[in-house]
Nanobody, 115 residues
Framework: QVQLVESGGGLVQAGGSLRLSCAASRNIFSFTTMGWYRQAPGKQRELVARIIIGGSTNYADSVKGRFTISRDNAKNMVYLQMNSLKPEDTAVYYC?????????WGQGTQVTVSS
């Protein structure tokens, strides 16, 4: 079992920055992927960014060049640095981990970008 706890969400003006953090309850070194998803009201949950065990990353087209995902295996942490935020980035952001083909989710953290 893996528990994930997100932090760092909040209210920010357009053009601003936020850094989301995800703390895992166990060592993440062997996790297949860790990533961030988001869900806006009335929309489906979508992938924002993920980092794979070898270190490669994937980003949604809408956030490329603005968001950066990173992981710190020693601290069991995953981060999402979000720059140049836009109102359309407003959503609940969820941390995700895949371990032995099982998906684990955090409780989510709200990010609101005002125009």
């Amino acid at each position: 079992q893996v528990q994930l706890v997100e932090s760092g969400g909040g209210l920010v003006q357009a053009g601003g920055s936020l850094r989301l953090s995800c703390a895992a309850s166990r060592n993440i070194f062997s996790f297949t992927t860790m990533g961030w998803y988001r869900q806006a009201p009335g929309k489906q949950r979508e992938l924002v960014a993920r980092i794979i065990i070898g270190g490669s990353t994937n980003y949604a087209d809408s956030v490329k060049g603005r968001f950066t995902i990173s992981r710190d295996n020693a601290k069991n942490m995953v981060y999402l640095q979000m720059n140049s935020l836009k109102p359309e980035d407003t959503a609940v952001y969820y941390c995700n981990a895949v371990h032995w083909a099982v998906d684990y989710w955090g409780q989510g953290t709200q990010v609101t970008v005002s125009s």
